[in-house]
């Protein structure tokens, strides 16, 4: 933290965004949307504030909904577990 804290010394206050703006998928209703809504086009729409919480859910959700589309197999040969990643050592 401390090498955090001598970098912000140099940076002008006035230079800092303190605020964003963009093109992002809203829902007026306040629902999730997630369906195919083109041929092989699937929207994940409106995923706000619960998205986190959800999202091992809705990735399981259209995981499944590709997989119909697609007739998808499993691979066998899949690894669920993964090795760490190694930590930097400066």
Do not use: W
């Amino acid at each position: 933290m401390k090498n955090q804290i001598i970098q912000l010394k140099n940076v002008p206050v006035r230079m800092v965004i303190t605020s964003f703006s963009g093109n992002r998928a809203h829902e007026v209703g306040g629902d999730f949307i997630l369906k195919e809504s083109l041929d092989g086009f699937f929207d994940c729409v409106g995923i706000e504030s619960p998205g986190l919480t959800s999202a091992p859910a809705i990735g399981e959700y259209m995981a499944n909904l590709v997989d119909e589309k697609l007739n998808l197999e499993e691979n066998k040969d899949f690894t669920y577990d993964r090795k760490p990643t190694p930590k930097q050592v400066n």
